[in-house]
C-alpha cells in the first residue's frame, strides 16, 4: 500500500548514528554511492554490504521497517536482476532456450547488481532515518555556505529543501485519503488500459494539488507570524559540533575505503 | 421495515501493521446487524474505530478476519460483488469537500452514477434529484466547485454520494468544522434524504446533540469494541458509563440532571433542546404558573 513509502521519515532514537553530525551524515552518505560504485568484485562488494548492515544495526531501525521501505524499489531490483541475467554473456552456459542463454557470468551480475542496488537504498535512507529535519536544513545550509559568495541564497535553498521533504509523509497520507474516497464514488484505479488509468488519476491529482497549494499558504502564513523573514541575520540556537563520534565514522570510512581499494585491485595479493 | 437486515457484519476484525510488532486491532469481534430504514450513530472517541468500521461497509478495507454482508451477500465472495458494494454503500468521508475535482457541481455530483455505468440521461435524472435534496438549485450546478463557500461544498459532496442512489449512506462526520447554520442545514437535509427515501443512514459523529436529533439507534464504539447499541434513550441514560468512555452526554441533558440532584422533579430523558423546552413547559404548567 502507498503508506509504505517511508522514504524522508525520521524514526526517533538515540543510537551513535543519531547523534552524529548532521553534516557529516550526509557526507558520509555522498561518499558511500561513490564508494558502492567502485566495487569491482564480490569481495568489495561483500565488504560493503557487511558495512551496510552493520551501519543499519547500529542505528536501531527496526529491521523490519527497513525491509519495508525495500518494498517500493522491489520491481527495479528484480527487472535490473533480470535484464543482467539475460543479457551479460561469458562463462559457462547454464541454460538455453529458445534465443534466452544463461550464463554464469549473466548470474553473477545479476545478484551483484542486486545487492548493489539494495545497500545503495539502505544505506542512503538511513540518513532521513536519523537526522530530523532541522538538522538536515542546518546541515545542507552549513555545507552550502561556501556558495554564499556566489550569491547563491543558501538559507533558503535549504530551507526549501526541508520543506519538501517534512511533506512527504503528509502528502502520502493525502493521497491516500483522496484514493478512497474517490474509490468510495466507484472510481476504479485498477483496470482498463494506460489512457484510461491516466484519465482515472484526474479525481485524485486535482484535489491533491488543491490541498497542496492550501497547505503551502497555510505554511507561509504561520511562518509569517512567528516572524519568519529569511536567513538574513539569523543565529541557530544549537550549534553544530563535530564530535568524537564523527572522528570515529571518519576513520571507519577511511578504512572502508582502503578494504574496497585492496580487494578490488589486490586480490590475489591479499589471498 | 424487512426482517432481513441490510448490513451484516461476522466477527469482524481488522489489523492494522499486520504481522509487525507494532501490530494492532482497529476494531475487535465486531458483531451489528443494521435494518432497513434506520439511522445508525456511531459514536465514540477519536481511534476508536469507528472510521475504521464503517470503511469495511463498502469493502474499502478488508477485514483481517470475519465476514461483511450487505443484503444477504458477502462482499468479498467475488471481485464482482466488492465492487456492487460501492455503490449499494455510499460513504462520504470526513470533509468530503476536499475530494471535489470537476469542472462544474453538475459534473462532480455525476461522477458517481458515471462510475456505474448510467447513461447520460439517468446520470442527469440522478444529479438534480441529489441536487434537490441538499437544496443546490440549477445555477449552481453551472459553477466550479471551487467558487463555493464551504458549507456549500460540503453539501455538494454529500450529494455526490446520494446520487449514486445507495441503499446504505454513510456520512463520517459530516458537520464538523461548519458553522451553526451550515450544520442545522446538514442535519436536515440528512433527515429529509432518510424521510423521503426511505434509505438507511449511517452516522458518524462526535456530536451527542446531532445524534440526538437524528439517530433512531446508536452504537457506542469503544476500545476497538462495540460497547452499547440501543435507543438513544437506552445509551444516553447510561451518563457515567459514556463518561468513562470520553464521551458526554448532551449538554441539555446534563442541564436537566443538574436539575433533578436540586430536587426539582423534571423528566432527565432530555436530550435535545426541544424536548427540554417542552418539559420546562409541563413543569410550569403542572405548577400552575401561568401568568
Known sequence: ?271 | MSSEPIIRTENLTHLYSEGLSSEVAAIHNINIEIMQGEILAIIGHTGSGKSTLIQHFNGLLKPSTGRVFVDGKDIWESKQATRESRFKVGLCFQYPEYQLFEESVYKDIAFGPKNMGLDENETGIRVRRAAAFVGVDDDMLERSPFDLSGGEKRRVAIAGVMAMEPKVLVLDEPTSGLDPRGRDMVLDLIGNYRRQTGNTVILVSHSMEDVARLATKVLVMNDSQIAMCGSVEQVYSQGTLLYEMGLNVPQITRIFMGLRSHGIDVNDGVFTVEQGRNEIARLLKSRGVQK
Open chain 1, 1 to 271: 500500500m502507498i503508506r509504505d513509502i517511508t522514504i524522508g521519515q525520521y524514526f526517533f532514537g538515540k543510537s551513535f548514528i543519531h547523534k552524529m553530525d548532521a553534516r557529516m551524515k550526509i557526507l558520509i552518505s555522498l561518499f558511500f554511492i561513490i564508494l558502492i560504485f567502485l566495487c569491482k568484485n564480490f569481495f568489495s562488494l561483500g565488504l560493503v554490504a557487511a558495512f551496510t548492515v552493520f551501519i543499519l544495526s547500529i542505528s536501531k531501525i527496526p529491521f523490519k521497517l527497513i525491509l519495508k521501505s525495500l518494498k517500493p524499489i522491489i520491481i527495479i531490483v528484480v527487472f535490473t536482476a533480470f535484464l543482467n541475467l539475460f543479457y551479460t554473456k561469458g562463462g559457462k552456459t547454464l541454460y538455453e532456450f529458445w534465443v534466452f542463454e544463461i550464463t554464469l557470468k549473466g548470474v553473477y551480475s545479476a545478484i551483484f547488481m542486486a545487492v548493489r542496488i539494495i545497500c545503495l537504498v539502505a544505506g542512503t535512507s538511513l540518513l532521513t532515518y536519523t537526522t530530523t529535519p532541522t538538522s538536515l536544513t542546518n546541515a545542507i545550509e552549513s555545507l552550502l555556505s561556501p556558495l554564499k559568495r556566489l550569491h547563491v541564497d543558501v538559507h533558503t535553498f535549504a530551507m526549501m529543501m526541508t520543506l519538501a521533504l517534512r511533506f512527504i509523509p503528509t502528502l502520502i497520507e493525502e493521497i491516500d485519503r483522496i484514493m478512497s474516497a474517490q474509490k468510495a464514488r466507484g472510481a476504479d484505479l485498477e483496470s482498463g488500459g494506460l489512457v484510461k488509468r491516466a484519465r482515472a488519476l484526474i479525481p485524485i491529482f486535482i484535489p491533491l494539488f488543491v490541498s497542496a497549494f492550501r497547505r503551502a499558504y497555510e505554511l507561509a502564513y504561520a511562518m509569517e507570524c512567528r516572524c519568519y523573514n529569511g536567513g538574513k541575520g539569523r543565529t541557530s540556537m544549537k550549534k553544530m559540533h563535530f564530535t568524537y563520534r564523527d572522528g570515529v565514522a571518519f576513520a571507519v570510512i577511511a578504512l572502508l575505503t582502503a578494504g574496497i581499494f585492496i580487494l578490488n585491485f589486490n586480490i590475489r595479493a591479499v589471498i
